[in-house]
């Protein structure tokens, strides 16, 4: 899928070979995989391996993240994107890593808004859904002031670092929907 998304301080596209160096930061930063069901990794064959991966979908046109960069200077700042499409029931999943330094901008919000709003207006999908995991406050707080409801408590859904992790369920539909 070849989606891009502008907002105001934002530029979401797709990644290219160029960003393994970004995306080696943003895999090897403990911060960033701390409430998520990936972990950080140290070594730079396992982000080449991921941007391979991503690549791979985009040339099959499949959903994944994609390279996420200030508008007014063009530094990468993480990723975030549609992550699946349903077609059968018109609905999408979306997700998002911040490298920590840009924690608590607003940038997070910025991008699901945007990803929120080209999903409905342009896709014209039905229900967008994401997936947070138990103690992550702050991606919660995000989702909630970008409009979407806490559905359901996922127990024990994930399995990371040999521990079982809940996992919070959020939907936004398009009824819910407000530019």
Sequence with gaps: MNIKIETQRLILKNYTENE?????????????WKFSTKIATTKMGDSKIYLQSVLKNYN???????ALFLRDTGEYIGEAGVLSFNNQNNRTI?????????WGNGYATEIIKGIIKHSFEVEKVERIEA???????SSRKVLEKSGFIQEGLLR??????NRYINVYYYG????????
């Design 131 to 137: 997936l947070v995991c138990d103690g992550n406050v």
């Design 172 to 179: 936004i539909i398009k009824d819910d929907y407000i530019e």
């Design 60 to 66: 099959e046109s499949k959903c994944d993240f994609q």
């Design 94 to 102: 979306v997700g998002y890593n911040l490298l920590h330094r840009y």
């Design 156 to 161: 024990n859904f994930a399995y990371i670092d």
């Design 20 to 32: 393994l160096e970004d995306v080696h930061k943003l895999k090897s930063d403990p911060m960033v």
